[in-house]
């Protein structure tokens, strides 16, 4: 009988994380199909757990109250796509003109800052940077069109069924959650059950804390921007809070889209002032320092507990492993590599463990070959 | 759906009946705890935990006999011989401090295990369940403390 409680994970431990999560993040890439799909049935999941968890407080089995909230959500879902659906049908031209419009609103905000800038700077004149620029986005407008946008659109409509999978994944993870975490912990050996269960636990308790943590931070961010963009005079500031903060969960990429967005519906909206543009785009830096700094730390860094060098390189690297999906997947998929990693390593280097393991095993063996002689 | 195995049979819960600390718990609040159980089986002599193992869990015996281990100069000196229906290592539910005993199966054993992070939601989700099990636990707490005076007093310590 021992008494060394082992220490965390060392930096053999800590670059293998990052290197499994490297490699999971090359795998993914290939499997999107699947794994975006899951990771927004998680989401779900996590956004259903709690009123899941105030029925069962209520005394409902966990069975039926996945099954309430699940249908009352799709429910919701059904009435709020039936009274859209007439809306959408008599808009849809307007909607795909409106999109235009706010495009060239962005574009000439764009040329006229570049032109105002070549009348200040003799520099910029002589590059003619206003004409390169404004030629280089039409051609890549006209390519984007023609190359593009048939074969995005054609993976829109593959991918389409697949995402139908999200729900189905979110109904059994509310409902079987809980069974499938003891199906695993019935394969793990006698010796490492306790510690490799209390592992699962943690894959949990991480998991949920990051989903339900950026679900909180999407309601934040588009509340602050929502209230900005009210008070700027934006239209539809309701609706572009909520764009843009979904936009965020995807590191840097998201976020200059969304300011984007922000600043074409800006310089569409009001064509002669571009200082209303700018205010946009004051408010969104305004919001991005308050998420960095205020909301982020409350929520999401709270649940990962991981340095911020660590934090940004791993989304440098899932950027340029697996493209914006790997900016989207890196964080949540290190948070579990980082839990499961760091427990491995403890369990496998703890020698009593192995020990036990070893000693079970020679027991198991001796029983069921005592009567061979 | 039987891919996990469904925890619905009514027969399943006469295990958990006999344990102590659930005595108090009627057939509908029994499923609920039925359903954080997990399920092990030790072989006689497999060591369930260690004496400084951090703890995480607290076991019941539903089936063959544990024995409670502890270090003491060197040899194991036996602490307490546990049968059907008794618990153990129940201080890791109040606490993470490391295990004060060794567990170890004497024979052939079938054990039920709580965690203690199920133990907590429980508190939670069905404080009247967590009441009774904890009232259950002082209990239990209370007679052990009491058999460790009485083997205090008969050694002259007190």
Known sequence: ??????????????????????????????????VLPFLFGLIAYYFLYPPVQRLVFAGFSQEAAANITVGAFALLLIVCFALMLPWFAAHAVSVQD???????????????????????????????????VSSGIARAGEGFAQE??????????????????????????????????????????????????????????TTRAYFQGLIKLTVLD??????????????????????????????????????????????????????????????????????DFVFMPLTIGRSLKMH???TVLMIFV?????????????????????????????VAADPRLRARHAHARRLRLQSVTRDLG | MRFFGRDDDHAALQPLRQIKLFSSLTARELKVVYGLRH??????????????????????????????????GGSPHRLALLAPG??????????????????????????????????????????????????ALARHLGGRLRQANAGARQEGHL
């Open chain 1, 318 to 346: 899932g950027g340029a492993v697996a493209g914006v999906a790997g900016l989207l997947l890196v964080l949540p998929l290190l948070g579990v590599v980082m839990v499961i990693g760091e427990t491995a390593s403890i």
């Open chain 1, 98 to 132: 409106t999109g235009q419009r706010y495009l060239q609103g962005g574009l000439t905000l764009l040329n006229e800052t570049l032109r105002a800038l070549e009348a200040q700077s003799r520099f910029m004149r002589d590059a003619h940077v206003a004409d390169a």
């Open chain 1, 308 to 310: 911020p060098l660590v």
């Open chain 2, 39 to 72: 399920e092990r089986h030790y072989l006689a002599g497999e060591i369930v935990f260690d004496q400084g193992d951090e703890g995480q869990a607290i076991y019941a015996i539903v089936e063959g006999e544990v024995e409670i281990l502890r270090a003491e």
């Open chain 1, 1 to 34: 009988m021992r008494r060394l409680q082992p220490s965390g994970a060392g930096p053999l431990a800590w670059c293998g994380i990052l290197l499994a999560t490297t490699l999971a993040l090359f795998l993914f890439q290939h499997l999107l199909w699947l």
């Open chain 1, 222 to 291: 588009a509340a602050c921007l929502a209230i900005g963009l009210w008070l700027i005079g934006l239209s539809s500031p309701l609706m572009l809070g909520l764009i843009t903060a979904v936009l965020a969960w995807v590191p840097y990429v998201g976020s200059i889209l969304g300011c984007a967005v922000v600043v074409m519906v800006a310089a569409t909206d009001f064509p002669g002032s571009p200082g209303v543009a700018y205010a946009a785009v004051g408010l969104f830096v305004f919001v991005r320092l308050l998420d």
């Open chain 2, 86 to 135: 008794e618990v153990f290592g129940e201080l890791a539910l109040l606490d993470q401090a490391p295990r004060a005993a060794q567990a170890r199966a004497l024979s052939d054993c079938r054990l039920v295990v709580f965690f203690r992070a199920d133990f907590m939601s429980l508190l939670e989700t069905h404080p009247k369940i967590a009441s009774k099990i904890a009232l």
């Open chain 1, 148 to 205: 593009r946008l048939p074969a995005l659109m054609l993976g829109v409509a593959a991918w389409l069924p697949s995402f139908l999978l999200a729900p189905f994944l979110a109904y059994f993870f509310l409902r079987d959650g809980r069974r499938f975490q003891r199906f695993l912990a019935r394969a793990v050996p006698n010796a490492y059950f306790e510690r490799t269960l209390h592992l699962l636990y943690e894959v949990d308790r």
